[in-house]
């Protein structure tokens, strides 16, 4: 597999429209216009090639000198969830207690990542505490906003988060709608293991509408999770 750099308009730009448009746009019903392409010129367009095809891609805007941030990022559904990247992670006992204003603590000291197991899934020992996140992701709009419920018996004994409240505005982009955000679940099982699959249902989301639009959404104030995809508390050097 090769990295490059894709030049707008190209022959290879086209194939990067397209694979986004088949993993992003068209389940959502969207398609690109000539306008919203037209604005990716100035973007830094990187593609994965093995030969000539291409088997992923992403976007990346200039934020301001030297810092970049990914706007978008599409991948064959074949190879999604390969490679050595963890799925979760399960926490350490017995470690010191996490100082809440650092911002470098180091990931091994106090998890253990957990790697892909296939279709054999992660066998979760009871009353261990784990981190995941889910494989959709999720768009809140400014005139709602949502809870996930932390435990569903019909879904197992555990329980799958510890907070639990989504914003309004998490993951929302009103120049983006195929961005989106993961909820990142902080699992624990009781009494019994719990075998975990790869797109298993194991909660519900309730959704209330405002009685108005808030005056700052989700990410609009430097919100540390805005657009995340797997990850552990920003006190965690990742």
Partial sequence: MAL??????????????????????????????????????????????????????????????????????????????????????????????????????????????????????????????????TRERLRIPPDVCAELVAFDATKGELRTHYAGFIDSGFGWSASDPTQGARLVLEIRTHDVPFLLEHGQPLFRIEFMRNEAEPDILYGGAGSSYQMQGLRLAKQFRM
């Avoid at 990914?70 to 999604?80: E, G, I, K, P, S």
């Avoid at 010191?96 to 603590?105: K, S």
Wanted: aromatic content about 6%; hydrophobic content about 35%; proline content about 6%.
């Fill in 4 to 133: 490059k750099i894709i030049d707008h308009g190209t022959h290879e730009y086209q194939q990067m429209v397209k694979l986004r448009d088949d993993m992003l746009r068209r389940p959502l019903g969207l398609t690109f216009t000539a306008d919203e392409l037209e604005e990716e010129k100035d973007n830094m367009l990187i593609g994965a090639f093995e030969d000539e095809s291409l088997l992923g891609c992403c976007m990346l805007v200039e934020e301001k000198p030297g810092v970049v941030r990914l706007r978008q990022m599409a991948v064959l559904n074949d190879l999604q969830g390969k490679g050595n990247a963890p799925v979760g992670y399960l926490a350490r006992r017995h470690q010191p207690p996490v100082d809440l204003a650092r911002r470098d603590l180091a990931v091994d000291r106090y998890w253990i990542p957990l790697q892909p197991q296939g279709e054999e899934g992660q066998v979760l020992e009871p009353e261990q505490f784990y981190i995941f996140s």
